[in-house]
């Protein structure tokens, strides 16, 4: 299996605190992604990275920001945690290879379960 | 923008099939993946389509028909273990993330 670790795995903060997550590789693949769950919501798209300095926004971007200065980890932080970013935080990996059978899988990381208070 | 469409739930016996579907409408089309995610867990990589037709895992069978904008999940031989979400998911206009449906939960009971 890819190695993807994602930590903290629980976090409670007060609202109006910084908190940053973190997701580290070791697979040396391209792109690294930071979704959020939330019951009914499914699976959305924070912010993605293409590359080392490489980010883009996702659906639901407002709220956090990323960096990514090493191809192996990506980093998320709330600037000011507010009771709606409570959500689980899942990190995902891929590399879609070449060819004709190229693998567009993600593998994700366990997830960071976020509690703002 | 990308917008996916899934039933929410889906209820089934043990050794019976199942036909999860997904509808989509997508500025660009890339291909419909679909993910399995048990409760507490991360999603898994179940299936990748890219062209129409039918593709077969073992009990898993995915299926594309892009002039229908229109996919599914097909399980057969349901176990208890297979009771989990299952998410489609469509990259976004400029092919580079994925777009997840809001996913179907599958409940198997025997």
């Known amino acids: 299996d890819a190695g993807i670790t994602q930590s903290p795995r629980h976090k409670v903060t007060e609202t109006g605190t910084p908190v940053t997550l973190r997701c580290h590789q070791t697979?040396?693949?391209?792109?690294m992604y930071w979704y959020r769950q939330d019951p009914g919501h499914g699976l959305r798209l924070i912010h993605y990275s293409y590359g080392v300095k490489d980010t883009d926004k996702g659906e639901v971007s407002d709220g956090y920001s990323v960096s990514r200065s090493k191809t192996e980890d990506f980093l998320l932080t709330l600037e000011s945690a507010t009771s709606s970013q409570t959500s689980v935080y899942f990190c995902?990996?891929?590399?879609?290879?070449?060819?004709?059978?190229?693998?567009?899988?993600?593998?994700f990381g366990s997830g960071t379960r976020l509690t703002v208070v | 923008g990308q917008s996916l469409e899934q039933p929410s739930e889906v209820t089934a016996v043990e050794g019976a099939i199942v036909q999860m579907n997904c509808t989509y409408q997508?500025?660009?089309?890339?291909?419909l993946s679909w993910y399995q995610q048990h409760d507490g867990g991360a999603p898994t990589f179940l299936s990748y389509n890219a062209l129409d037709g039918l593709e077969e895992t073992g009990r898993f069978s995915s299926f594309l028909s892009r002039s229908d904008s229109y996919g599914y999940l097909l399980l057969q031989e349901l176990q208890m273990k297979d009771s989990a979400s299952y998410f489609c998911a469509v990259f976004n206009q400029a092919g580079t993330a994925l777009i997840f449906g809001k996913g179907t939960t599958l409940s198997v009971s025997s």
């Open positions: 697979e040396n693949h391209r792109y």
């Open positions: 997508t500025s660009g089309f890339y291909g």
């Open positions: 995902a990996i891929s590399d879609p290879g070449t060819g004709a059978r190229a693998n567009y899988g993600y593998t």
